[in-house]
């Protein structure tokens, strides 16, 4: 059963939140305003599914986003408020943007000016990391954080939902050894059902297939996490901290460090 859950924010520079990843984060949204632009059509987005539309104000322009954040982050800094990071998401992926390392490095610069010791962090669920020039400006990020949420064939389609045929997990796990040492790889852990189907990545086949999938990219850390808040389809059932615990023991078992959230 899926519910008709929408997009989250509506303008390009939203928050600060505390993100219980990331800290104190700004949100940068590259997608539009008022739809979702998604190269996937993950069941748990918190943006709802891909067919509510992209919606009718585009994707901002660079100049745009460089005038909105300078303006808030000026306004943070005028007023004494703190910032732990600049976290690109939004209204689905922002690597989809064609002027993504143009924009990358606008916002360093902004880092920089104001809050130097903020990090700045991509959410991205790998899909453009084929592209050089998104591939580029991935690696002058702080945290790159990458998607690879089961490395079964079968279960990244069924929770993934890649709108590309040809996006397949080895092709995919073979892109992510580029960032080798530096990627942050994320996983959403889950299990529940979609149109009938099972859902579950969480078995000893998904986990040990996870492992082997690790081990090939070497991140500098697997970033482990579950549901928090509602999703699109709602027969999916959230994992506890402790099942996420036991799983991120065995996977640190391998010489894998994890991070559980």
């Known amino acids: 059963m899926a519910k008709d859950q ?15 990843r990331l ?5 940068v949204n590259l997608m539009p305003d008022d739809g979702k632009v998604c190269s996937f059509d993950c069941l748990y987005c ?3 599914f891909n067919a509510q539309g992209t919606g009718t104000t585009g994707l901002p322009a660079p100049q745009a986003v460089e005038k909105a954040l300078r303006a808030k982050l000026s306004a943070m800094h005028d007023a004494g408020e703190p910032l732990d990071v600049i976290t690109f998401s939004g209204n689905g992926e922002p690597t989809l943007h064609p002027r993504f390392e143009e924009i990358i490095d606008t916002v360093i610069k902004l880092r920089d000016e104001f809050y130097p010791d903020a990090k700045v962090s991509v959410l991205t669920n790998s899909t453009r990391i084929f592209d050089p020039s998104v591939a ?3 690696t002058k990020v702080d945290n790159n954080i990458l998607k690879l949420d089961s490395a079964v064939e079968e279960t990244m389609q069924l929770i993934d939902r890649p709108s590309s045929k040809d996006f ?8 992510l050894k580029q960032f080798k040492g530096t990627g942050i790889i994320q996983t959403m ?10 859902v ?8 040990n297939a996870l492992i082997e ?14 549901i928090d808040r509602s999703t699109p389809e709602e027969k999916l059932i959230k994992i506890e901290r402790p099942e996420l615990d036991i799983i991120a023991d065995k996977i640190r078992s391998h010489g894998i460090k994890v991070q559980v959230n």
């Open 6 to 20: 929408t997009v989250l924010f509506h303008s390009t520079i939203f928050g600060p939140i505390h993100s219980r």
């Open 23 to 27: 800290g104190v984060s700004l949100g």
């Open 46 to 48: 918190e943006a709802g």
């Open 136 to 138: 580029r400006a991935l």
């Open 168 to 175: 397949t997990v080895e092709k995919v796990v073979e892109a």
């Open 189 to 198: 852990m889950l299990r529940g059902q979609h149109d009938g189907v099972t």
């Open 200 to 207: 579950d990545n969480t078995t000893d086949t998904e986990i």
């Open 213 to 226: 999938a690790y081990k090939a990219i070497e991140p500098e850390e697997v970033m482990l996490y579950s």
